[in-house]
């Protein structure tokens, strides 16, 4: 593969913004300097910035896709389509939907998986599928948000989990419907698969005693949670709290109130990981839609059952990044948090998500409001002229 380098951009490092520099990539990135090379493919990177491909750990789907629809074409159209976004890796999603459906998911994406890594075209223009995230089943009925109650089960099954643990990168898991936390030792002690705490009722020492049992990470962070008071902190405190946990945050300010982003921020800082726990809508003009089961409606930039409970969002990414950082997080942090922190929370920050030498040349090229205009993978581009 010959190698490419695009010069006088603004390159956005974990560290910070260097600007005016030189990228030089193949596959991957070998270097970042002051002068372009010479005899070197060239790109005029001029008034543009450089970011790593963003990784979302949670999203269900995409332009009339999901997730749990149980098929490789549409696990296939949510990584192809994605990419515009500037996600270059992503956990597909699934909803709560009867164990059939789930396990054709896992296979659905398996499937892909394997596709990307046998077939080089395939793998440069759709986002990586790392692994999958299993939102539920899993979960309390009480806070079951817009997932199926028809298919919740409780306890946790821990075995399932193991049999699919080569493809289930994290479960959803709510702690109180776990006694001792047996299920949660099991996983963690026996898999690689993350546990992490959501659609839950726990309360503030239920959820202390599953961190130390094993939860590292909060599926969408204050949402399907109990709220946090003054008398009564609840679990979603000792998630936000904890430092051995990551939290997951929808930055759309449909599902968080802005006030909320820098202050989490602040709090979690590397713990921090950006989603979109996007549905098959998004992309999609205003109308009623389906998700798991469960009938939705899109108007504008919310999607709600007909109850009026939020049903995941519209919200792409980069749009995510944007929304962090202006309510006053330093641009490379909230890149950080939608890149390098997602990588490191699921372990792949060896490979992914930062530009630095060494690491998969997944490149975004985007203006100064973030708008993504190329993006390359694997160092070829895939989205873009």
């Not at 300097?33 to 010479?38: A, G, I, L, V």
């Not at 989990?161 to 493809?167: A, L, M, P, Q």
Request: net charge negative; glycine share 10%.
């Amino acid at each position: 593969m010959a190698r490419k380098q695009i010069v006088n951009a603004d390159i956005v490092t974990a560290e910070g913004i260097l600007k005016g520099k030189t990228i030089v990539f193949d596959e991957k990135i070998l270097a970042i300097s002051d002068r372009p090379e010479n005899g070197t493919e060239t790109v005029d990177g001029s008034g543009k910035m450089l970011l790593p491909g963003l990784i979302d750990m949670h999203i269900h789907g995409y332009n009339g896709s999901d997730c749990s629809d149980g098929t490789e074409e549409a696990v296939t159209a949510v990584a192809s389509g994605i990419i515009a976004n500037g996600v270059t890796a992503f956990l597909p999603t699934t909803m709560t939907v009867s164990v059939p459906e789930l396990e054709s998911a896992f296979d659905a994406a398996r499937k892909v998986r394997s596709r990307q890594c046998s077939d080089r075209k395939f793998g440069n223009t759709t986002a990586t599928v790392i692994g999958v995230h299993a939102e539920g089943p899993f979960i309390s009925m009480a806070k079951k948000g817009a997932q199926n109650p028809a298919y919740i089960i409780n306890p946790p099954d821990a075995d399932f989990v193991k049999k699919h643990s080569d493809i289930i990168k994290m479960i959803t898991v709510a702690p109180e419907t776990d006694e001792n936390c047996k299920a949660i030792k099991k996983i963690t002690s026996e898999t690689g698969v993350i546990v992490s705490a959501g659609h839950t009722t726990a309360d503030f020492e239920t959820m202390q005693k599953a961190i130390e049992a094993g939860v590292t990470h909060a599926t969408h962070l204050f949402n399907a949670m109990p709220a946090i008071s003054h008398r009564d902190p609840g679990g979603t405190t000792a998630l936000l709290f904890s430092e051995k946990v990551s939290c997951e945050l929808i930055c759309d300010g449909i599902h968080v109130h802005r006030g909320w982003f820098e202050p989490v921020y602040r709090i979690k800082k590397n713990k921090l990981n950006l989603i979109t726990d996007c549905l098959r809508a998004c992309g999609l003009k205003d109308g009623s839609y389906e998700s798991g089961g469960l009938k939705f409606t899109l108007k504008g930039n919310e999607c709600r059952l007909p109850d009026g409970t939020i049903a995941g969002s519209v919200l792409k990414l980069n749009a995510g990044v944007r929304n962090l950082y202006r309510s006053g997080v330093p641009l490379n942090e909230a890149v950080n948090c939608a890149s390098l922190y997602n990588a490191e929370t699921l372990g792949v920050d060896g490979e992914r998500g930062q530009l630095k030498e060494g690491l998969v040349a997944d490149i975004v090229v985007c203006d100064s409001e973030l708008n993504v205009k190329e993006v390359y993978k694997n160092g070829e581009l895939a989205f873009g002229e």
